[in-house]
């Protein structure tokens, strides 16, 4: 059921688009369905969307975003001189997003692009599968509360809690050319972790239906066999510096159709801004480029990244962040998942180095003017990949081996792969409403996923 209450939400308002624009294109006696010169967007432009979803572990997930963008007089278009992205929602077992992000190039002088990003992220069951990909187990019959084999835990067994505050701030400006950037960057992030409050997920269900509350679940093995350790177990405090370059040829940002976006960068904790247990400094190459297939229509498009430890050592709750230069989405977990592998489960590839990749073919099949908004639906396909280069250090040889042999594999870690495809709805070339749906290719990666949200993948 999951997400199953947005994805038809985003089908139904993709079908009277074009069931409008038909009409429209018909009255106009316009051969090419769909097909109306496109309008230059000027002054403010917003676009409210409702939130809505369903997990049976988490509730009903409610609440709106916004995006606003402010282009002008017009001759920026699809550029623009600022954009805020907005999002309340909630879900009925606690889980909320709180956000507010802001990009403008012309607000500052000499051309300086800031970014910022403000965030209040509570989750009460985020995915925690352990480190180093395939060198651990994992057995959905732990989760599955149908399965009749005598191997069910919890429906939350690779799961705990987390609330993350994170405040972002981003410089960029030109460096000799203004395809060549410099970024400098400066953030917090206050991370707390628990173990899941089972009580509060069981609340108004059946006992049927209720979650086993004297059971202990990965995370707290973890914590136990002092894997994750007594000064990280509840999380912490990160502020960070961030500075690096970029080389952007991109022909627009929110879909190019041709244009490399290529950024090295590094992500520094040191302990001088009061890291004290944990100082550290990541480095995260990413390459991103874009091919036209055919003219406005058909694009095929690749990101290649590396992200890995170069100094010092970093505590649990900071490995799945993946750094970016521009990182407007709510959600910055991974490997796996919505942003990343679309189709295995979310934060299944954690290591201390990982190396990732993803195909897409994207195609603009329907574009017209409705309602005074300039509107596309796209269709894509897509493989990604990703792998664990450098592993986690940590010893289990004081855990039971009747019990480590549940969790911990001989096998070798290799590539975890996922396909899939997915629509999209995007307004005024910027707004882009998301819908993916990915297959894992191996069952130690879990089944699918399907995803409800805001841009492309890159």
């Known amino acids: 059921m999951k997400n199953m209450i947005k994805f ?37 432009s917003w676009n409210p969307f409702p939130v809505l979803g369903y997990n049976s572990d988490i509730g009903f997930q409610y609440g709106v975003l916004l ?58 069951a985020l995915d925690f599968y352990g480190f180093n990909g395939y060198d651990v187990i994992y057995n959905p019959d732990f989760e599955d509360d149908s399965n009749d084999n005598g191997q069910y835990i919890s429906r939350v067994f690779y799961r705990h809690q987390r609330k993350f505050t994170r405040f972002t701030l981003d410089l960029q400006g030109k460096l000799y050319t203004k395809k060549l950037l410099w970024l400098g960057g400066l953030g917090y992030f206050d991370t707390r972790v628990s173990t899941v409050n089972i009580d509060k997920l069981n609340k108004g269900k059946s006992e049927t239906e209720k979650l086993p ?30 500075a690096g370059v970029i080389y952007d040829t991109r022909s627009t940002e929110a879909n190019p159709m041709k244009g490399i976006w290529t950024e090295v960068l590094f992500f520094i904790a040191p302990e001088i801004l009061g890291n004290k247990d944990f100082s550290y400094i990541k480095l995260a190459i990413t390459h991103r480029q874009y ?28 490995q799945p962040y993946m750094i970016s230069s521009f990182a407007k989405v709510t959600t910055t977990d991974g490997l796996g998942g919505e942003k990343t592998i679309r189709g295995i489960l979310r934060n299944r590839v954690v290591g ?5 990749g993803n195909l897409e073919a994207r195609w603009k099949f329907f574009k017209t003017t409705l309602w005074n908004q300039n509107i596309y639906l796209g269709l894509n396909a897509f493989a990604d990949v990703g792998t664990v280069i450098r592993k986690i250090d940590f010893d289990t040889n004081e855990i039971d081996p009747e019990t480590a042999h549940l969790f911990f594999s001989e096998e070798d870690e290799s590539l975890h792969w996922a396909v899939g495809g997915g629509l999209r709805i995007v307004i005024n070339e910027n707004f882009v409403i998301a819908g993916d749906y990915g297959v894992a290719l191996d069952n130690r990666d879990g089944k699918n996923g399907m995803y409800i949200g805001i841009g492309y993948l890159f």
């Open 67 to 124: 995006d606003l963008y402010n282009y002008g007089d017009g001759s920026l278009y699809p550029g623009y001189k600022f954009a805020i992205y907005s999002e309340i929602s909630r879900t009925t077992k606690g889980s909320g997003i709180n956000q507010l992000f802001f990009d403008s190039k012309y607000l500052l002088p000499y051309n300086l692009r800031i970014t910022a990003d403000l965030s209040y992220l509570t989750q009460q």
């Open 352 to 356: 201390d180095g990982i190396a990732y």
């Open 8 to 44: 038809t939400f985003l089908i139904a308002f993709m079908f009277m688009l074009s069931q409008e624009s038909n009409v429209y294109c018909q009255n106009s006696n316009d051969s090419i369905p769909g097909k109306k010169e496109e309008k230059k967007k000027k002054g403010l």
């Open 291 to 318: 091919f036209t297939i055919v003219k406005d229509k058909l694009s095929f498009v690749y990101r290649l990244g590396y992200q890995g430890t170069i100094a010092g050592k970093v505590p649990f709750y900071m």
């Open 213 to 242: 509350d004297s059971t202990a679940l990965l995370y707290d093995d973890y914590v136990n066999w002092g894997i994750i350790g007594e000064n990280e177990k509840n999380g912490g405090k990160t502020p960070y510096l961030k």
